[in-house]
Every structure is written in structure tokens, then in C-alpha cells.
């Protein structure tokens, strides 16, 4: 570039002196013209090179976090997401899979980062200390539900979603399943032993069951401190002996005699159990593998007793019994000495505060007709819909429901309607479902029963006692907060 230059200006120079000396004008500038435009044309050139698009970004971008976290449940999420997002070019949804245990923790640092999510899927025992925490949008979560219309679903939901002190809801119901033990009829038949329903009848199958056949163990017991499961299990066998958190009148009641009692049977059961520390992957494996002759397990487990459930590690597990699903019973109703319990469980959306607006829509879409469908599918024994337009559909999403009795059946699908738990007692108010929320989120009562059954580090009535005590705190921290 600078010969060039050099070049034109000394050509210029040369004929200034010849015109001069000879006193005529230049004849033509046209090589000079022609450098000049090769010079500049070289430069705009590279300029251009250097030029750069900007993209643009989407107006909304949607964080869903969901504990649907199992890699083909992940896909099938993104897949209706991107439905979504070919409809809605302007927004942008990110499907983020999270452990159940963990939520509390997680929601607690986004908070602290202000950072949370605009959706999440959860159990609904959470939606309560969010609720009370103020870190749910329960007008958002209101539009939903009238969006995806009212009346279609089903009034059991509702009301556990309700928020006592707003009236409003605090998170749209989404799917939900129903607990049960789930036994070798076929073995229990050939003992002349009763279905494990009654207190009785469960003691008797616990010293009876192992050594028959294959059979090493009764049951597997939920024991694992880490784990949200021997919670949920304990508290229907609390429930059936009429032992609650709060008393009618507000006071904690957690070292009363029902729930020392209830501890006492819940622990004792490790006589006839596997080792622990155990937990519903080690549960169904052991039932699957003819180990063990009893399974505390939600309707979840129906399809793995047909073709053997997913391995930690990849693959399935070989199914040891023929014909194992039409060998099992399905026993929901637990009777204790003073009562008698139903178990379950209801999975829902909650619109975090903050959230953008759009996420209400997002959450209509994903209970719409097929959307709704195909998140069903994933696992339609453990995904039972809670909006009456979608049942019949779902009746058909699955061939393992032919495997089971048409009673079975029934049960499940009009499970909403006899479904217990603490924190639905219609006589709590706000606080007290808040701190049952924590009680299951901090997971108290497993620490307790791994410190009775494995440890041997507690008694049933020091682990009341124990609990009586995290639960008083708890209660004074959560009124702390209203003042």
C-alpha cells in the first residue's frame, strides 16, 4: 500500500516539473485516478470483513425447574417447551431438572441470589412454606387455573392448594399418586396369612414371610435419613393411629402416646427388614428380585412390576417371578389401633414470585390437551390427572393397566377423593401446614427413625421427645415471622 502511494506522488512530482518547464497544463490525471480507486477500494474492503451481526433475544425467557429429572422425562418436557416456543417466538423456555430432595436447599440459594425460577414442580407439602415464605405468586398461580378452566378439575386438589390466609391458590395441582403396600398375594395366600392392612396382620406378615421360598426379608423398611420416603410412609402409619402434628387447639404434639406408639410399630418392623440405610430404589429392586415379600411404594411402581425397573447404573432388572404384577396385591387403607389412614400424593406448578407473567400462560399449555397427555405418559400409574377432562385419555396411554384388577384400577383413579395427609387436616391453619412443610422438607422424622431402627441411638419416646422440640422451634420461628 505505501509503494503504491510512494509511486502516484512521484509521478505527480515528475510531471509538475515537465508542465512547468514547459508551460502547458497536464494532459490526463486517469492513472493517478485509477491508483487512487484501487487504494480506497482496498480499504473499504478489509473494513467490511470485520463487520458483525447481533442477534437478538427473546422477551421472555421462562426457567422451569422440574423433579421429573430422569433423562427421557427431561426430553419429553423440552419437546412441549418447544411447541410452546414455536408458537411464541418472542419467548424462551429453559427446562432445568432437579433433585426432590433438594428443593428447599435450591430454592433458599436462588433466593439469596435473587435468582429464583419462574416455575417449579413440586410436592405439594412444599407449596405451604413457600406460601408462607412469600416466595409463591399466587395471583399468577389464580389466572392459571381460571385460564385452564376451574371446574375442570377436581375439587380434592384444589383444597390442598388453597392458601387458608388469601383464599387464593398457591400453586396449580398438576398430577399426583397413591401409596400403598403392595404384597405377594400369592405367597400371603399359600400362609393363609390376611392382607397387610391392619397393624395385626402387617406383625404377622413381618414374622412370618422371611425363609418362605426365595424370600430373605419381609419388607425393605424406608430408613435412609437422607431421603424424603420414610417420611412419607411413617406419617400414614402416624395418621392411622390418629397422631398429628398439632392438636385442635394449635399446640405441637409430637411426644404424645399415639405417635410414640406409632414409632414404636414403624421401628420395630426393621426386625424382618433388609439392612439399612434403605430407600425405594433398594425397595423395589428387592420385591422385584423375589428378596422381599411386602413394598411400601406408590402407584408409580405398576409398570416396573411388568417389565422390571430402570438400574441406577443403566439397564433393568430381570423380574425373578413370572407374572409378578398378577401375583401382587394393592393394599392403600392402613388401620391401626386408632384409626385408619389413606397415603398420597399431589405433584403441582408453582409460580415463583417474581416470575414472569408469561409463565401462567406456559403452565396452561403444558395441562392442555396432548401436552398434557404426554407428560401423563411418562409414568401414567404415577401420574394420575387431577383435571376430569384428561382421565379418559389417560386410561389409555398405558397396555400394563390390563395386568391389574379393574379395582385396582378404580382405586387409583378416584384416589383424590379418600386421600390423607397432615398437611390437608381441614382444622390447620397457615402456619401450622407451613411448619409441616419444614418438618418434611428438613427431614425430621427420617433422621429419627435411622437414629431407633439403625442406630439403636434413640428410643421411640426420645425420638418424640426429640421431635417435639425441632417442631416447637419451628412453630415459634414461623409465628416469629408474622409479627
Known amino acids: 500500500m505505501k509503494r503504491k502511494l510512494f509511486v502516484v506522488f512521484g509521478l505527480l512530482l515528475v510531471l509538475g516539473m515537465v508542465l512547468v518547464a514547459c508551460g502547458q497544463q497536464a494532459p490526463s ?46 426430553k419429553q418436557y423440552e419437546a412441549v417447551a418447544a411447541r410452546y416456543m414455536a408458537e411464541h417466538p418472542d419467548v424462551e423456555i429453559r427446562i432445568v431438572p432437579i433433585d426432590e430432595a433438594t428443593i428447599s436447599q435450591r430454592i433458599a440459594t436462588a433466593q439469596a441470589a435473587n435468582r429464583l425460577p419462574d416455575i417449579v414442580r413440586m410436592g405439594v407439602e412444599r407449596v405451604a412454606a413457600f406460601a408462607a415464605d412469600g416466595i409463591l405468586d399466587e395471583d399468577l398461580a389464580t389466572q392459571a387455573i381460571e385460564s385452564i378452566g ?17 383464599g387464593k391458590y398457591a400453586a396449580v395441582p398438576y398430577d399426583g399418586w397413591i401409596q400403598a403396600i403392595w404384597y405377594r398375594k400369592d405367597v400371603f395366600d399359600q400362609l393363609g396369612l ?49 397422631a398429628w402434628p398439632f392438636d385442635a387447639q394449635g399446640n405441637v404434639t409430637m411426644n404424645t402416646p399415639n405417635l410414640v406408639e406409632a414409632l414404636k410399630f414403624y421401628t420395630s418392623l426393621q426386625r424382618c427388614a433388609a439392612p439399612g440405610p434403605q430407600y ?49 396385591g ?4 392402613m388401620q391401626g389401633p386408632n384409626g385408619q389412614a389413606t397415603y398420597g400424593q399431589l405433584v403441582t406448578l408453582g409460580i415463583m414470585k ?31 390427572p387431577v383435571l376430569k377432562s384428561a382421565v379418559d385419555g389417560w386410561k389409555g396411554l398405558s397396555d400394563y393397566f390390563k395386568y391389574y384388577d ?34 418434611e422438607g428438613r427431614l425430621l422424622v427420617p433422621q429419627v427413625i435411622s437414629n431407633i431402627a439403625l442406630e439403636g441411638s434413640m428410643t421411640p419416646e426420645e425420638g418424640a421427645k426429640w421431635l417435639q422440640e425441632q417442631v416447637e422451634q419451628l412453630y415459634t420461628d414461623r409465628q416469629n415471622q408474622k409479627k
Open 29 to 74: 490525471t486517469v492513472v493517478v485516478t485509477q491508483e487512487v480507486k484501487e487504494v480506497v477500494t482496498q480499504v473499504v474492503t478489509q473494513e467490511v470483513v470485520v463487520t458483525k451481526e447481533v442477534q437478538a433475544k427473546p422477551a421472555h425467557v421462562i426457567e422451569f425447574w422440574t423433579t421429573d429429572n430422569e433423562e427421557e422425562r427431561v
Open 150 to 166: 376451574k371446574d375442570d378439575f377436581r375439587a380434592g386438589p384444589l383444597q390442598m392448594v388453597t392458601d387458608p390466609s388469601t
Open 194 to 242: 390376611n392382607p397387610p392392612v391392619t397393624w395385626d396382620d402387617i406383625n404377622a406378615a413381618c414374622d412370618k414371610l422371611p425363609g418362605t421360598g426365595n424370600l430373605l426379608y419381609a419388607l425393605v423398611l424406608p430408613t435412609d435419613p437422607g431421603q424424603n420416603y420414610p417420611h412419607q410412609v411413617f406419617e400414614q402409619v402416624a395418621m392411622s393411629n390418629d
Open 280 to 328: 425405594w430404589r433398594g425397595a423395589r429392586e428387592m420385591y422385584e428380585l423375589d428378596q422381599s415379600g411386602m413394598l411400601f411404594y406408590s402407584t408409580y411402581i405398576m409398570d416396573d412390576l411388568v417389565e422390571g425397573s430402570g438400574k441406577e447404573g443403566g439397564g433393568k432388572v430381570q423380574i425373578a417371578v413370572p407374572d409378578l404384577a398378577k401375583k401382587t
Open 330 to 333: 394393592f393394599a392403600p387403607v
Open 354 to 384: 417474581g416470575a414472569d407473567p408469561v409463565a401462567a400462560d406456559v403452565v396452561k399449555f403444558f395441562m392442555t390437551g396432548q401436552n398434557y397427555q404426554d407428560i401423563l405418559a411418562l409414568a401414567p400409574f404415577g401420574k394420575v
Open 406 to 439: 379393574p379395582d385396582t384400577l378404580d382405586q387409583i383413579a378416584n384416589g383424590y377423593d379418600h386421600m390423607q395427609r397432615w398437611l390437608f387436616r381441614p382444622d390447620y391453619d397457615a402456619t401450622e401446614r407451613a411448619v409441616i412443610g419444614d418438618i
